[in-house]
Structures are given as structure tokens and as C-alpha cells.
């Protein structure tokens, strides 16, 4: 990342344009004679730096990334949030801050100023510090290490959460890169970390073991919000190539019995030992980097020990090697096979292969050099070509395998797919008898409906005689009363 | 169903800062070890409670005060809240004219300002900070701290009537439902906190302002020398010091 160089505006610019009258400045910044930072430009105007991150920045706009960090002033949720308000607090931080540029300016001294409330406040400041638009000095760089949050990264991150959630990090980090995360500085006593750090995601502190036991932290956090992080001990030490033949040795002889490989080592622990194990680069010495010159000779050291120990027997390790799980060969009672087997399983299948071709291009020409020991001297010339074409007959005799697994499978699918056909089909005659005895249903409800109707109505007919028959004789009887009273 | 007490209001309202912005004034008086932290800002409720946290530890950090403040400002602010938060769900009193006068009476660091104006309550679209801004723009007011200070005044004061309107309201309330709504209640001793608006034109309704009130209502600038500002700090310290 390089720095850029963003020349304070003139003073001109600064003042309310006619169009916005609300815009407060309240005091313009005087370009004071300040030496800059770097060799001068030809102007009188102070340099100040900004890192090139941030070269979208401008006096006048709004750019897409400050919409997308502080959504609350741009998504007229709120009536007095809105663009102007939002440009008025950044623009009186940045002058207030390129007042001095050469001191940090703190969030309570911006807000003693501004006018608002202070939780938008606060987010606009740690927008505008997490993007070096304001206490960003390129001269310290290296007090970035110290939180170790990724600037650029904000640059990729996705605007989740808002402005609120990203707006509280990177207090004073303003690290322009940080590929080696593995370089962490104690917040506490500024020493290098090694071995473990103690690291808090809460509030971005990452501290030595000292400074943790000691418990030289803020006060408001606890111990508990701190994790251990492990630095890997390529940071730390790195493996000599004794180590790493001795590790090779180990492996090969005690295969998974990382306890005894860590103990003939020596001086690593087993999860030092697996990691670097895992690390080593099997794969470049075949694509043929041949600058990795030790790795080379150790490869030379594997390949030699294979040839002398394997023999005849390499015409096997092809099939193992295409596959990816341990194979079979693992368990049998022939440990050279074993150890093969596993070394080619680890190392993944285009490398075993490419060793086992290399291994017998060089058992051809061993045998064609010289004699050799312990198995491979007893073998004449016919052998070794019958080994050879072996193996080739071994090989496509593998490719028309598969292609005949492969179109067993598609006549498998095939089929499956004709009864799932079926099936549907048989299904869509259900589904429509199943309508239409559905809608038989329907109109035998309704006649029943209309049969009750008509029963009813009959009924309320018959009844309504009834009831007047029942009124009259009811007047009757009253009339009868009265009479008598 | 409430009836109304007048014929000019309409429905009780909710509680709300009358402002455009519904921002809580806080103000932060903490004493600790011989160090005093005396602080006044806005603050909006719609923050999550994290954000009081993260306020105090920054301010905290940037003044460079002793940790325990943490704990007493983040205490103090949400008392404040919970307070403003306890009103927010009661009725406010909606009468016709809320008209009711500010003061401004406050020293930033060597500005002094005195002031009185009228505000309406009823406008929930008036704003203290576009008030500031226009202030400080137009008595050339060199300080930047004077405009937050100044809005702060206002919207305490808001605050504060705000309060008393909400309890008026629930006294109305349960006088009317002492008397079963027989009663009528007179408007005005709802509205007891504002101007009657007639009575400040006396019976003229005319709406110019008499002479001998002009000055009261002007804004007064003073900018203090450091001397006198100390003095003035020796008296307060000493006022409050005698109230404790």
C-alpha cells in the first residue's frame, strides 16, 4: 500500500456552498508552516497523508462505501439523519483533525463540538479512524501490528451489521498490510509475541503470556474473554534439514507412532512434528522445482530407500495410489508395502503415481548401471521388462474398469428414472379420479342441502298454521277469562 | 373513554421529546478520588445498551480518567434512560398552546451566554441543534463547544416540561376518574406550565414586545478573560460545595 498524498484544501472550498446554507465550519483551518512529512511538494499547502484506501474521499460527495458503512443517515428512517447532517459531522472532524495533524485527536474532544447525538457521532469518528481519513500518521507504522485488524479487509467485507457493529473496531490500527498475521505485538508491553498470545476479540487486545498473568489489561475485561492463540512454530524456529531427515527417518519407521517420530526428533513436540510433516513439500519436488535443493536431496533420500527396499513389488503400488483411503496394503504383514502404501496415501494420488513412474525409470536404470543389493541383483533384464509391461497391462486393464463401472451406473440411473416416471404417471390418474369422485361428493351435498331446505320450509309452513291456530285459541281463552273476571 | 378537556385540544399524545429528533439530554456529574467529571450531551434512545459501554470506555479512554468512572458513567447514563423510558409509554397533554419560554444561561469555557425565547411545544418538528448552529453562526461565536452546549440547554428545558406535561396529564386523569367525568376540568390548569399566550400580549393582542422586555429577551455573548473565568469556576465550586 502507498500513501497518498491529499493536500488540504484551500480554505475556499471549506466555506458553506450558497446551496446548502446549513453547513457550520465553525473555524477554518490555517494551513500553519509545518515541515511535511515527506519531500515538499512545490505548493505552500500542508501535506496530509491518507492511505490509499481511502483516496475515494472527497470534500463535496458522499461515496458508496460511507452509504453502505452508516446506512442510519442515508435510509431516511429518522427525520433530521439524513446526507447533509452526515456530511456536515465528517467534514468538521476531518478539519478539526487536519488542524494538527500531527496529534491524535480523540472521539470526546469531537463531540464537545459537534452538535448531535453522540452515538452517530462516535460512528462517523471510528468510520472515518478505521479508514485513516483522520489519526492515521503512515510514520508509525509499526505500532500497527498492535490490534491486528485488517484495514483492507474492511475494504472487502460486506456491510453486515451496518454502521453500529464494524464501527467499533480498529481503534488505532491502521495497518496498510497484514499478510503476517503470525507478528503480534503485545498491547501491553509492546514486545514481540511468541510461543502464545492471549488474544480478546472483544475489545481487540492482544497480549504476551506476561503481560496476561500479570493481568496488565483494561479494567472491564475479564480474563475469561481471552483465547489462547497458538503461534505456529514455523514463526518460531525453523526445522534444519537434520530435523527434517530425522523426521522423515522417524516417520518411516514408526509410521503412526507420533510419540516415538516426536521422540526420535528431538526437541519437538507431536503436534510440531504432524504439522511440519503435513507441511512438507512432497508436491513441488515433483513439478519439478529444483531450487528447493535440500528438499530435493531429502526426496533423493525417500526414492532411495523405496528403490532399494521395493524391488519387484512396484508394479503394486499403482493401484493403492489411486486411492485416496489407506488401502488395503496398509494392513498386510509386509511392512515395506505398508510403509508405501501409507507414504503414497499421505502424499495424494498424482504424487504417488509420478513417484512410482520415477521409481521405476530409476530401478531400470540401477539395474542397467550397476549391481545393487538385497533383492534387486537377483532380478535379470527379462524381469524388469516383464515388470515393466506389467504394469502397463495393469493400467489399462484399470481404465477399462472404470469405464465399464461407469456405464453400469448410467444404465442404473437410466432405469431408476423410468420407474420414478412411472410412478408420477400412476399418480396423476389417482389424483384425477380422486377430483372427480371429489366432485360427486360435492353435488350429492348440494341436492342434500336442497332437500333439507324444502323439508324445512315445509315444515316452518305447517308450523306457522300451527302456531296461529294456537294465538287464536290462546285470544280465545283470554277473551274467555276476561269475560269471566 | 377519555373525554376531552377542551374543545380546542385533540387526543393525548404520546410521550415524546417535542423536537424532531427524539434525543435524551444526559448530563454526567461523576466525583471520584478528587477527580470530577462533569459532562452534558445528547443521546439517542434508539441505541442498543452496548453502545453506553462503548461511549464510556472511549470517553473514558480519551480523557484518560481512572477506570472505576466507567462503571459510574455507564450507571449514570442508563439511569437517565430508564428514567426517559419510563415516561415514553404515558400520555403527554395535547392542549391548544404550549408556548413556553427558554432560558439560556450558561458558561462554556469562556463564553457566556445569556438568553430567553419562546418555544413551542406542539411542534414535534422544532429542532434545538438547527437552533445552535443558526446561534453560534450569527453571534460569530468562535468556540465550538458553545453549540452543543446550547442545544443541550434547550433540550433539557424541553425535557423538563415534557415531564410536566405528562404530569399534568395523569393528574387530569385521576381527578376525572375521581368524579366519574362529571366534572368538567378547565383547560387551564392542565397547561399550567405554558404561557397563555394572551396574557403575555396583555389583553393588547398586539404582538410586538414591550420595550422594557427587550433586553431579556436578546441574546447576551460575553467572552470572559481567563481570569474571570477562573473566579467565576472558584464561585460555582464554592456554591456547590456549600449545597453538599
Keep these: ?485 | 373513554m377519555k373525554t376531552l378537556p377542551s374543545s380546542s385540544s385533540k387526543a393525548p399524545v404520546k410521550f415524546r421529546m417535542p423536537t424532531k429528533e427524539n434525543l435524551v439530554p444526559i448530563r454526567l456529574d461523576i466525583e471520584l478520588e478528587e477527580q470530577r467529571y462533569k459532562d452534558a450531551f445528547t443521546w439517542n434512545p434508539i441505541d442498543p445498551d452496548s453502545e453506553i459501554t462503548i461511549f464510556a470506555k472511549r470517553t473514558v479512554k480519551d480523557l484518560k480518567l481512572p477506570p472505576p468512572f466507567i462503571m459510574h458513567i455507564v450507571q449514570s447514563i442508563q439511569t437517565q434512560l430508564a428514567e426517559f423510558r419510563s415516561y415514553e409509554g404515558q400520555d403527554m397533554l395535547y392542549t391548544g398552546d404550549k408556548i413556553v419560554p427558554i432560558k439560556l444561561d450558561l458558561r462554556v469555557n469562556s463564553t457566556l451566554i445569556k438568553d430567553q425565547f419562546l418555544w413551542d411545544m406542539n411542534n414535534f418538528d422544532s429542532d434545538p441543534e438547527d437552533f445552535a448552529k443558526t446561534f453560534c453562526d450569527d453571534m460569530g461565536i468562535q468556540d465550538p463547544e458553545v453549540g452543543p452546549a446550547v442545544a443541550f440547554a434547550i433540550r433539557e428545558q424541553l425535557y423538563e416540561n415534557a415531564v410536566q406535561s405528562v404530569a399534568a396529564a395523569r393528574e387530569i386523569r385521576l381527578s376525572k376518574k375521581g368524579r366519574r367525568g362529571a366534572e368538567y376540568v378547565p383547560a387551564s390548569k392542565a397547561g399550567g406550565t405554558s404561557l397563555d399566550l394572551m396574557k403575555l400580549f396583555n389583553n393588547k393582542y398586539s404582538v410586538v414586545r414591550k420595550r422594557k422586555e427587550w433586553d431579556v429577551y436578546g441574546p447576551t455573548v460575553d467572552l470572559l478573560s481567563n481570569e474571570e473565568v477562573d473566579a467565576l469556576e472558584a464561585r460555582e465550586e464554592r456554591n456547590v460545595r456549600s449545597m453538599i
Excluded at chain 1, 300 to 326: A, V
Design chain 1, 1 to 485: 500500500m502507498y500513501h497518498l498524498h491529499h493536500h488540504l484544501s484551500t480554505p475556499k472550498s471549506l466555506y458553506p456552498l450558497p446551496s446548502n446554507p446549513r453547513f457550520l465550519f465553525l473555524q477554518p483551518p490555517t494551513p500553519s508552516p509545518r515541515p511535511p512529512q515527506a519531500p515538499p511538494p512545490s505548493s505552500e499547502n500542508d501535506v496530509v497523508h491518507i492511505p490509499s484506501y481511502s483516496r475515494w474521499f472527497s470534500w463535496d460527495n458522499t461515496h458508496e462505501c460511507e452509504v453502505r458503512f452508516l446506512p442510519e443517515f442515508f435510509d431516511s428512517r429518522s427525520p433530521s439523519k439524513n446526507p447533509r447532517v452526515y456530511k456536515y459531522y465528517r467534514n468538521s472532524i476531518i478539519s478539526q483533525f487536519r488542524k494538527n495533524p500531527s496529534a491524535k485527536i480523540t472521539f470526546t474532544e469531537i463531540r464537545k463540538t459537534l452538535v448531535g447525538d453522540v452515538g452517530s457521532i462516535r460512528r462517523v469518528f471510528d468510520f472515518l479512524d478505521a479508514w485513516g481519513l483522520i489519526n492515521y500518521s503512515p510514520l508509525n507504522k509499526q505500532l500497527k501490528w498492535e490490534d491486528g485488524k485488517d484495514s483492507s479487509s474492511k475494504t472487502a467485507a460486506s456491510p453486515a451489521g451496518g454502521g453500529g457493529g464494524d464501527g467499533g473496531t480498529a481503534g488505532d490500527a491502521n495497518a496498510s498490510n497484514n499478510k503476517d498475521i503470525c507478528k503480534r505485538l503485545c498491547s501491553g508491553c509492546k514486545s514481540l509475541c511468541s510461543i502464545a498470545c492471549f488474544f480478546c476479540d472483544k475489545y481487540d487486545i492482544t497480549l504476551c503470556a506476561r503481560c496476561y498473568v500479570r493481568g496488565n489489561y483494561r479494567v472491564g475485561v475479564s480474563s475469561s474473554d481471552f483465547r489462547r492463540v497458538e503461534i505456529s512454530e514455523e514463526a518460531r524456529t525453523d526445522w534444519t534439514e537434520k530435523e527434517t531427515l530425522q523426521l522423515l527417518e522417524a516417520v518411516m519407521h514408526y509410521r503412526d507412532d507420533w510419540k516415538r517420530v516426536a521422540l526420535h526428533v528431538g526437541g519437538r513436540s507431536v503436534k510440531d512434528c504432524i504439522t511440519h510433516f503435513i507441511k512438507l513439500p512432497f508436491g513441488e519436488v515433483f513439478t519439478g522445482y529444483t531450487d528447493l535443493g535440500d528438499v530435493d536431496s531429502k526426496y533423493n533420500q525417500i526414492k532411495d530407500c523405496d528403490d532399494e527396499e521395493s524391488g519387484p513389488n512396484s508394479n503394486g503400488s499403482p493401484s493403492p495410489s489411486k486411492k485416496i483411503r489407506l488401502s488395503p496394503l496398509v494392513d498386510a504383514s509386509n511392512p515395506i508395502m505398508a510403509q508405501a502404501a501409507f507414504l503414497s496415501a499421505l502424499a495424494g494420488t498424482e504424487v504417488a503415481e509420478a513417484a512410482a513412474r520415477a521409481a521405476v525409470t530409476t530401478l531400470t536404470d540401477v539395474e542397467y548401471g550397476g549391481n545393487k543389493d538385497s533383492g534387486v541383483a537377483s532380478n535379470g533384464d527379462t524381469n524388469l521388462n516383464a515388470s515393466v509391461k506389467a504394469c502397463l497391462d495393469a493400467n489399462s486393464l484399470l481404465e477399462k474398469e472404470e469405464s465399464d463401472v461407469e456405464r453400469a451406473i448410467s444404465r442404473i440411473t437410466e432405469v431408476q428414472m423410468k420407474e420414478i416416471q412411472d410412478k408420477i404417471l400412476r399418480f396423476e390418474e389417482l389424483d384425477l379420479q380422486m377430483e372427480k369422485e371429489w366432485q360427486q361428493v360435492d353435488q350429492m351435498k348440494n341436492l342434500l342441502f336442497a332437500d333439507q331446505l324444502s323439508v324445512l320450509s315445509k315444515r316452518s309452513s305447517t308450523t306457522k298454521i300451527d302456531e296461529r291456530g294456537s294465538t287464536l285459541k290462546a285470544e280465545e281463552r283470554g277473551d274467555e277469562n276476561a269475560k269471566t273476571d
